[in-house]
């Protein structure tokens, strides 16, 4: 089993939302069908950008990545936003 690590946009709000979860598609339509509380009612939402990962405990680890001051220049870095 894999799980993937995933940012998401909203070009509505202007905010980024990251995550991780076995299925892409599905969680990418939870997101933009109001199923997930912190992205309600502030979509739509775009898959910017995702990573595979082996554990779950490696994808949580990444998202956290993700979240930091670090990890958030990074990310624009490398989507060139």
Known sequence: MSFHSYAIY???AGAF???YFEDLEKVLEMHNTNQIT?????????LMY????????????QVSF????KGQRFMRNKLNF
């Open 10 to 12: 909203s070009p509505d």
């Open 17 to 19: 939302y990251y995550g």
């Open 38 to 46: 912190p992205t309600k009612d502030r979509g739509p939402w775009v």
């Open 50 to 61: 995702s990573e595979r990962h082996d554990t779950r405990l490696k994808a949580i680890r």
């Open 66 to 69: 993700y979240r930091s001051v």
